[in-house]
């Protein structure tokens, strides 16, 4: 199994937060199932590998350098980006194997007094902080680097070139945040077309490097992607992003018509498609077109592992639902429950969806220019 020496964890901590004389404790966040039977092997094992980083920094504090190293569980919110619970619990020993027994093996601290005391966060979750953490670290003028899903297979992630990866999110970046729109055509089983049509006016984009050199921020780690939120219509006049977006979902091509940034009718008539449109339904905040988002880690060889944190950061994807995290108007109170919460990421690459291409992205400029920035599903900027 892959894994870090203590040193390179300690030089990995050191280069995704740069250095301010306010650091003085980092927290690994870790959740813990509410019930027994949602617990799975690989939620099992990043536990064990969270209160691994926990002995590992607590005993190379020094290094780095901090005063305190933390370890805080908290019964899992079920969703992906939905807010965390009100509080957590300290620990300095095992994770317990079930929410209700972390009153009895740790300290109850709740998360505002947590967010007040703690610089740095580290959250190798089974459910993405990213949303709340990114929220709470604009008030509380923390850092948080967030792993959901992360597993020992990720590790080599952690060890390329994130001067080239800054480089090429960033070109995506300045792109992304000049156009006035992108169009991106599909091709479904190598033939038939689709294409949507995304409004990216009001919206400026987001580079996720791996590091967090300003205080106030949060994103993934491993990471490797320029992102931004397509026009919600909350400036003013309707969003123009708009058309047919397929996904294929357990081997089915299921069809999302997209009018006003929002999936409207769901195409398709297998049981996916049924999901889909009962989720749809359900949660009207779900068809929210939350983010465009270029990864770009496949060109340093990385394959994808079944885990979104890194395998949306080898392409194109696209989410659905919450956004007010990256800066757009969907946020918690749009949906049912807190439970109902979700941004959830559709990866196209061949490996998550190969009945479905990538054919072209061309970006539009305001000033009438058009660029392509991906043909035959690679990027052509570069």
């Known amino acids: 199994m892959p894994t870090l020496a203590p040193e390179e964890l300690v030089a990995l901590v050191r280069s995704v937060f740069p250095r301010f004389e306010t650091d003085k404790a980092l927290a690994i966040l870790v959740d813990v199932p509410r019930q027994a039977g949602l617990d799975n092997p690989a939620w099992k094992e990043r536990r064990r590998l969270a209160a691994e980083l926990y002995a590992l920094l607590r005993a190379r504090k020094e290094e780095i350098p901090l005063a305190e190293v933390k370890l805080v569980a908290y019964p899992d919110v079920g969703s992906n980006n939905a807010d965390l619970p009100k509080d957590g619990f300290l620990l300095d020993g095992p994770l317990p194997d079930i929410a209700a027994e972390l009153e009895s093996a740790g300290e109850r601290a709740s998360f505002e007094q947590l967010y007040s005391l703690t610089q740095l966060f580290l959250a190798p979750t089974e459910f993405s902080t990213t949303a709340p953490l990114k929220v709470a670290a604009r008030r509380f003028r923390f850092r948080a680097a967030t792993m959901p899903g992360f597993a020992a297979s990720m590790i080599p992630a952690l060890r390329i070139d994130y001067g080239e990866v800054a480089r090429r999110v960033e070109a995506l970046q300045a792109r992304l945040s ?122 340093f060889g990385l394959e994808p592992i079944g885990e979104i944190l890194l395998d949306e950061k080898l392409g194109l994807h696209i989410a659905f639902g919450r956004s007010e995290h990256f800066g757009g108007a969907v946020g918690p109170g749009d949906f049912s429950s807190a439970a109902a919460v979700i941004h959830l990421d559709r990866i196209y690459i061949p490996q998550a969806q190969p009945r479905v291409a990538v054919r072209e992205v061309t970006l539009g400029y305001a000033d009438g220019r058009r660029e392509t920035i991906m043909a035959g599903g690679a990027y052509t900027i570069f």
């Not at 033939?191 to 921020?217: I, N």
């Not at 400036?235 to 397929?246: D, E």
């Not at 996904?247 to 498609?273: L, M, T, Y």
Request: no cysteine; proline share 5%.
């Open 178 to 299: 000049e156009a006035d729109h992108a169009d991106i055509s599909f091709t479904v089983d190598g033939r038939s077309s689709y294409d949507v049509h995304f409004d990216l006016r009001h919206r400026a984009a987001h580079a996720s490097s791996g590091r967090f050199p300003e205080l106030g921020t949060a994103g993934n780690l491993p990471s490797g992607e320029a992102y931004i939120v397509p026009y919600e219509g909350d400036a003013g006049g309707k969003s123009r992003t708009a058309g047919m977006l397929p996904v294929e979902i357990n081997g089915e091509v299921v069809f999302f018509k997209v009018r006003a940034n929002r999936a409207v009718k769901v195409d398709g008539d297998g049981p996916a498609a049924q999901a889909e449109r009962a989720h749809l339904a359900n949660e009207p905040a779900y068809g929210n077109m939350a983010e465009l988002g270029f990864g770009v880690l496949a060109d």
